[in-house]
Each structure stands twice: as C-alpha cells, then as structure tokens.
C-alpha cells in the first residue's frame, strides 16, 4: 500500500544515464511485486514454465537490470526481513484485497472477459520463500548485491544510502522511504519509457525526490513528516486519521510541531475509528524514527553465467538465445570495465 503523499511531493524528473557510475539500493520486494503484476499473459496469468512454476519475478529481474546495468548503474536489492507486529493489520487488509481479486478473477474467467481477468489477476500472487531465495540467487548471478534486512527493506535501504556516501539514493515506488530518512528517493527506475500496467501500457519518466529540499519546501522537519505520514496513514495504521487528507496533514504539523501535543489534539478524531484501526501513535512514530537496521559492506558479487544459465534455461526453460544474449551483455560490460580498471564492479 505505502504511504500517499503524493499531492504534496514535488518530484524531478531525471534520466537513466544521469545515474552512470553510481550506486542505489532498491526496494526489493517493492520492484518484484511490479514485476509479478505486470510481467503477465494476455489473459493475465503469470508467465510459468512446464511445471507451473511462477517465472515472472524471474523475467523482470533478468531484463530490467541487465539494462540498468548497461547504462552504468550499480545496483543493491535490499530483501523484507520480518515485518513489525504492527503491520499485521496491512497484512489483514491486503488478504481482503485478494481474496475479492479471487472472487471477480473467477467471475471473468467463467464470462471470457480476458480485459477483467487481467486485471484481478495481477492482485492474486505473493511472494514465497523460494521464489525470494531464486531472485536472489539470480540477482547476485547478475553481479547485483543483496542485503537482507532485518526488518522493514524500506528503513534498510534508506540507513545505508544515510550511512555510506558512496550509495547515491534508495529506489522504490512508495514514499514511505523519505519518512524511514532517506536523503534521495528514486521512483520508476526502468531504462524503458513505457510501463505495462493492467489497464495498458503508460509513459513513465524516472523521478528523484531529495529529502532536504522536500522538507524545506513544506517547512517541517523529519519529526513532523513522520507525523504526517501517521495522519494520512502508513502500512501500520492504514486508515489514518478521518477526515484528514495530505493538505489539512500538512497543515497541522505547522500547527503542532512537538508530535505529543498534534496527537494529543487529535485523540478523540482517532477514538472514532473502528477498534481494529485504533492506534497509539508513539508506537508507529518510534518505528520510523528507529527501525531495525544493520550495517554492511558495500561489495558487489561477480557474475556468473553458469548460475544464471542453470536458474533460468535448465531449471526454468527460458529461451538460450535470449539468455545467451542478456550474458553476452554482462559480458561485454566486464570487459568494458576492467579496460577502464572498474572489473571490481562485478
């Protein structure tokens, strides 16, 4: 879901060359999620091998970053550790979103409505175990580093862009990685200017938001953000508080910038709510402010073209040629880089 800020963030639009020889770290659940619900067939069943066995996480992993890389950018996938108790109610509420996906997905497939079957089905998949420990393996396969986080990817990838100065900015469609601190956040990171979507193919032009000039054009410091990131609602408190969108938000963080006192103001709003959605905010304000985060080494793997052959032609029965080519590309790169004494990228 991610948090909505949407009407008060001012983005720029950059290009991909723009990031040549810097590092990101991306929000890797966040990316294969796009990858499951848009890397689909016409009827919008996911793309499968012989043994029914979800391959589109795979598909998306292998193109999109082959052309990242290629365009010099040098990519960390940071993985979801385990989840806050507190998200237990996002959890809830995205059970409910699929299983009504289910219901509407049948009742096309019964009709032959191919447009509507599309469109639930790109809200039936999740994520498993070993699909997460294949994308991983076929990322590093790729010369891509990856980082378990120990909790929220998200707050994981934006304390190591804070921490280390050589990470240029945190990659993820949501907005949720400003209010965990991260100095720059990068949305719809893909060499290509068109996006499939289930409602068709849209442009999309990548876009960097800077935390500091985004603070300074609303006038509030990170405290505040996180208080305004509660308001309207986070993966922790879904429903907010009523009857407060991005503007009246902003507008009372102004108004009460010590938090104590805005919530205080605020509490009979958030008696309203229904007990399930009832929440103490402190709880959610400490998890922005003080996630559970671990420090690495920055190191990239090197790749592999055995292992990614393995993962995807021999296991998963993906076209040689086409795999054969996207190797070829990495290949050219290796060569290209340790010409220009960069091969300790891979």
């Not at 979103?97 to 599309?118: F, G, N, P, T, V």
């Not at 938000?249 to 910038?257: Q, R, W």
Request: with cysteine; hydrophobic share 40%.
């Amino acid at each position: 879901m991610g948090l909505n800020i949407r009407e008060i963030v001012d983005r720029n639009e950059i290009n991909v060359k723009d990031l040549k020889g810097k590092i990101v770290c991306v929000d890797a659940f966040n990316t294969l999620y796009q990858f499951l619900s848009t890397v689909r067939q016409m009827d919008g069943t996911p793309l499968m091998d012989s043994a029914g066995c979800v391959t589109s996480h795979l598909s998306g992993i292998l193109y999109r970053n082959v052309a990242l890389l290629s365009e010099g950018v040098k990519l960390i996938y940071v993985f979801d550790g385990e989840a806050p108790s507190l998200k237990a109610k996002t959890h809830k509420k995205r059970k409910e979103i699929r299983d009504l996906a289910k219901e509407k997905y049948e009742d096309a497939k019964a009709s032959e409505d191919l447009e509507s079957m599309k469109k639930y089905s790109s809200q039936l998949l999740r994520l498993d175990d070993e699909m997460i420990a294949e994308s991983k393996e076929l990322l590093e396969a790729l010369g891509v580093m990856v980082v378990q986080a120990p909790s929220e990817g998200e707050a994981e990838a934006a304390y190591l862009c804070a921490m280390h100065s050589e990470i240029y900015a945190s990659v993820s469609q949501d907005y949720d990685s400003l209010i965990f601190g991260a100095p720059k956040l990068i949305r719809n990171l893909t060499v290509s200017r068109k996006r499939k979507t289930p409602g068709g193919y849209i442009e999309v032009k990548p876009e960097i938001i800077e935390l500091d000039d985004f603070l300074g054009e609303l006038g509030i410091n990170q405290d505040q953000l996180i208080s305004l990131g509660v308001l309207v609602g986070t993966d922790y408190n879904p429903k907010g508080v009523p009857g407060i969108g991005q503007k009246r938000a902003l507008d009372l963080v102004k108004k009460f910038p010590e938090p104590s006192e805005l919530f205080d103001s605020l509490k009979d709003k958030i008696d309203e709510l229904d007990e399930e959605d009832q929440f103490y905010w402190k709880d959610i304000f400490n998890l922005f402010k003080m996630p559970e985060v671990i420090d690495v080494e920055i190191e990239f793997p090197k790749v592999d073209a055995d292992k990614i052959r393995e993962i995807l032609i021999d296991k998963h029965e993906f076209s040689p040629d086409r795999i054969e080519k996207q190797i070829d590309k990495l290949g050219a790169l290796i060569k290209a880089g340790k010409q220009k004494n960069l091969g300790d990228w891979f």
